[in-house]
Nanobody, 120 residues
């Protein structure tokens, strides 16, 4: 019904920047919250950032001040600008969304994940 497709991951040196994108498609009436979680090897999945359709955003403490989340409601797309990247930011980044479908069903959907590696 609703799918999320991420892009923008890759290898970057410490101190560098990357921009992740996540586009939603399908039978979407609206998407309330969209955001990003990440999971590093051997660690639990943690919230990176989330943003409501109103523009209100939340950030995980480890990324605050370095990452910026934004969204284009018209394109059902969320972005994550990551600056001043550190090796500890290395993880698989997963996009998620809380959507209302055109059948008036509420669903939580996840992307397939995109790998971000911060290394020299």
């Amino acid at each position: 019904q609703v799918q999320l497709v991420e892009s923008g991951g890759g290898l970057v040196q410490p101190g560098g920047s990357l921009r992740l994108s996540c586009a939603a498609s399908g039978s979407i009436l609206r998407i309330n919250n969209m955001g990003w979680y990440r999971q590093a090897p051997g660690k639990e999945r943690e919230l990176v950032a989330s943003i409501h359709s109103t523009g209100s955003a939340n950030y995980g403490t480890s990324v605050q001040g370095r990452f910026t989340i934004s969204r284009d409601n018209g394109k059902n797309t969320v972005y994550l600008q990551m600056n001043s990247l550190k090796p500890e930011d290395t993880a698989v980044y997963y996009c998620y969304g809380n959507a209302r479908t055109t059948s008036y069903v509420s669903v939580e959907v996840w992307g397939q994940g995109t790998l971000v590696t911060v290394s020299s």
